[in-house]
């Protein structure tokens, strides 16, 4: 029972034995995946090109370690779970230098190509006696939801810098290994036609005092009256995406939002291409898609989900196809209630048309940097990539980017207007 939990959305719920192992295999994930730009990048002292979509590997490693010392092993409230008040007293660290090197929160990220980072070997080290203290604190915490609550957290939190690992690969164009390369296929998808769902009054959100964990930016259970609505049992396929494509989607302004016109411009120019990232040929008569994929060029299959499109791209089609996004709590309806109709998702992050806000009676968590700067400037997207641990992959999760981030493991299903 305990193998199968430490891999489901289940996790949440999860006691100290299963938190136990699923942190063992996030930091065991974690260090597969370094090991890839060990591989690649050792030689030149993992120096990777300054861009604002990623992190230098080395910082990315030791903040894992560090975030989860900051909120567990130093934090002397971790038993109190959300309600710890983040600015209270803290032990010392076991590395003199981890809050100058990983605070997210107060390292600019520019700043981050700069620091006198320890060497491979001892953020390595760090990694293993940060582990070490997390699970004999665990082994003696109670088996309350507050006392696991930061177990928890920082579960979820190496997942994503876990997947923020593959972007980054992604990015540079590093060969993975033969494992995570089967792991990291996308997968063909089922066509089927639209779903028809019908009103309802939908519970959106969560309760912050149920049995689990919940995010600060899911927490606080509102009714949504919701009308009659279709949707696309699939994400959009590339099949669909380079109709769009034939018909003159990235020359036809009246397509695009104005922002969104103004995003096509300005990487037309800069990165010369007008098309989804590392996308090198869209066969307008055959239909052929030659997509890179960790720096080899694949072709992707028709019935694949499109994928690498920012939010103005998945907007431009939605109005160029007589259709438009979905709002998240219509993604979320779909998710929970048409699996056995066909509604699929899991294989790409999909583009909601909602805004990030928060839920009525937002409260931030201890860890505050996580939801509430981001809200007003980011987009929803719903479900989860390739890359995203199955554990991750929550129904009720809301991930949140800027629209013109198409680095992601991004795609997008379409609803009637």
Not at 285 to 299: C, D, H, I, K, T
Not at 387 to 399: F, G, I
């Amino acid at each position: 029972m305990s193998a199968g939990l430490i891999d489901s959305f289940k996790i949440r719920e999860a006691g100290r034995d299963v938190l136990s192992l699923a942190l063992m295999d996030a930091r065991n994930h974690t260090l597969h995946l370094f090991s890839q730009f060990q591989s690649a990048l050792e030689r030149v002292d993992f120096v990777v090109p300054m861009l604002p979509t990623l992190n230098p590997p080395l910082w990315e490693l030791g903040h894992v370690g560090w975030f989860q010392e900051h909120w567990i092993g130093r934090n002397l409230q971790r038993s109190q779970g959300a309600r710890c008040d983040p600015a209270g007293p803290r032990l010392p660290s076991m590395e003199t230098g981890a809050d100058r090197w990983w605070d997210s929160s107060h390292v600019p990220h520019d700043a981050r190509w700069s620091l006198d980072l320890p060497d491979v070997n001892a953020c390595r080290g760090y990694l293993l006696n940060t582990l070490e203290s997390t699970l004999e604190l665990l082994e003696r915490a109670d088996a309350t939801d507050d006392a696991l609550y930061f177990y928890r957290l920082c579960l979820f939190h190496e997942d994503m810098h876990a997947e923020a690992m593959v972007m980054t690969a992604q990015t540079l164009g590093l060969t993975l290994d033969r494992p995570l390369l089967q792991a990291f296929a996308p997968k063909p998808m089922t066509l089927r036609e639209p779903l028809l769902m019908p009103a309802c009054n939908w519970p959106l959100g969560s309760h912050a005092n149920g049995a689990g964990f919940v995010f600060d930016n899911e927490a606080g259970v509102h009714e949504v009256r919701v009308p009659e609505f279709d949707i696309d049992a699939q994400p959009v396929s590339w099949a669909q995406f380079v109709e769009f494509v034939s018909d003159g989607g990235y020359d036809r302004q009246e397509l695009w939002s104005d922002a969104g016109w103004q995003w096509l411009q300005t990487i037309s120019l800069s990165e010369g291409r007008r098309g989804p990232r590392y996308v090198d040929q869209i066969g307008v008569a055959s239909g052929a898609v030659m997509q890179n994929r960790f720096g080899q060029p694949l072709r992707m299959l028709g019935h694949q989900p499109a994928m690498h499109m920012s939010w103005w791209e998945a907007d431009a089609w939605c109005r160029w196809a007589g259709r438009r996004l979905p709002f998240e709590v219509e993604w979320e309806i779909a998710a929970h209630t048409a699996g056995r109709r066909g509604f699929q998702w899991g294989d790409v992050w999909e583009w909601t048309g909602s805004t990030f806000k928060p839920y009525p009676g937002f409260v931030p968590g201890p860890y505050a940097d996580y939801s509430q700067p981001w809200f007003g400037t980011h987009k929803v997207l719903r479900g989860g990539s390739f890359a995203t641990r199955a554990r991750m992959k929550s129904p009720k999760y809301r991930n949140f980017y800027q629209p013109e981030r198409d680095d992601v493991f991004c795609g997008f299903r379409s609803c009637s207007l």
